[in-house]
């Protein structure tokens, strides 16, 4: 029986708020440059007078971001900056010392979380998160996990200060910077260090339960990759305005639902503005791809692009919190699922099986 999914995404949203489930929530479907559905509910935070969810709410998103800092990297690449097969160390010589292994990884290599280094050293725990130069520089003298291309691992907290280090030395620019006028150019609600003015737009995280933070933590997997350097598992670190303006490429992705959707449509329109932005090559790195295997961090096998993961279904990321965003390759459209409620990556399932699922769309 046909779904209308516009309708049914409402119902299951409002039901979810209403149980207590989610604070604040929006979901968003384009295909083809329209929106097809869209929905928000809940608060942008929990104190008395906290404003109503719409559609020009922003919140953080966590790994959600990544995509965003690789496709700045391919920007770079596109523009002839770098190789996506040049040795990093030809641009950041510190990154390996004579002998190392590290001297071998690629460009290609970091932006598919191939380059072994999953994790902040031990002396991160006590970096403040907004430390950039000390935190690369624990990045320059660490030692890979796995030698560079035979194995992949979700580079949690270290995948953007990789990245955005490759473009500093490109360039000479800033990567939330270059990104934030990609943005622009193409009008996006994605913001990887949030402006002055638009902070009053951002939703306050909160934990669902409150051994939320204390469980990933906890695992021999997630601790080190997500608790090193401090704090960005503390809703009352990120909601502040010390770390919404900070660059932290790997997990501080502010975005509107809308704006996300908009940009997974835009990737895969053929002729799009991605595509004609990246060229063939880049376009077909970020989309397709370039590294695969069990991952060591999400113990699961998971084929990386660069920046993305992709299945037979669908191509896009998800964040420790629950936010999702992806391409359907069976529905042909660019979604997104969001939420200030911190809890299980898996949030979004019942999002997507009904956006998925659906014959309405």
């Given at each position: 029986m046909p779904v209308d999914?516009?309708?049914?995404?409402?119902?299951?949203?409002?039901?979810?708020?209403?149980?207590?489930?989610?604070?604040?929530?929006?979901?968003?479907?384009?295909?083809?440059?329209?929106?097809?559905?869209?929905?928000?509910?809940?608060t942008r935070g929990d104190r008395p007078?906290?404003?109503?969810?719409?559609?020009?709410?922003?919140?953080?998103?966590?790994?959600?971001?990544?995509?965003?800092?690789?496709?700045?990297v391919l920007d770079v690449v596109a523009a002839g900056g770098l190789g996506l097969d040049q040795r990093v160390v030809e641009v950041w010589p510190g990154y390996a010392r004579a002998g190392s292994p590290k001297a071998a990884t690629t460009v290609r290599h970091v932006l598919s979380?191939?380059?072994?280094?999953?994790?902040?050293?031990?002396g991160a725990a006590d970096v403040p998160f907004d430390d950039r130069d000390a935190l690369v520089a624990l990045l320059e003298a660490a030692e890979p996990v796995h030698p560079p291309g035979e194995a992949v691992a979700e580079h949690a907290l270290t995948y953007g200060h990789l990245c955005d280090e490759l473009v500093r030395r490109a360039t000479g620019g800033d990567l939330a910077?270059?990104?934030a006028a990609l943005a622009a150019e193409h009008g996006w609600d994605l913001h990887l260090r949030v402006p002055p003015a638009e902070r009053h737009r951002v939703a306050d995280l909160v934990a669902l339960d409150p051994g939320w933070a204390g469980d990933y933590l906890a695992d021999p997997r997630w601790g080190p990759a997500l608790g090193r350097p401090a704090g960005l598992l503390d809703p009352a670190v990120l909601n502040g305005d010390r770390f919404r303006g900070t660059s932290f490429p790997a997990i501080a992705l502010h975005a509107s639902a809308r704006g996300l959707a908009r940009f997974y449509d835009d990737l895969m329109t053929p002729g799009g503005p991605v595509a004609t932005r990246l060229g063939p090559d880049a376009h077909a790195a970020l989309t397709t791809a370039q590294a695969s295997g069990h991952d060591l961090v999400?113990?699961?096998?998971?084929?990386?692009?660069?920046?993305?993961?992709?299945?037979?279904?669908?191509?896009?990321m998800g964040g420790a919190g629950g936010c999702s965003a992806w391409w359907s390759y069976g529905r042909r459209h660019g979604a997104a699922y969001l939420t200030r409620g911190l809890g299980g990556?898996?949030?979004?399932?019942?999002?997507?099986?009904?956006?998925e699922g659906t014959t309405g769309a």
């Open positions: 999914l516009r309708t049914d995404l409402a119902r299951l949203l409002d039901d979810a708020h209403a149980a207590g489930g989610d604070p604040g929530t929006a979901v968003c479907v384009v295909r083809d440059g329209d929106v097809v559905a869209e929905h928000h509910v809940g007078g906290s404003l109503p969810w719409d559609a020009a709410t922003l919140v953080m998103t966590y790994s959600v971001a990544k995509p965003f800092a690789a496709l700045t979380h191939a380059a072994g280094l999953p994790c902040f050293p031990p910077d270059r990104f999400l113990d699961r096998h998971v084929a990386w692009t660069c920046g993305l993961q992709v299945d037979d279904d669908e191509l896009g990556p898996d949030r979004a399932e019942p999002v997507w099986q009904l956006v």
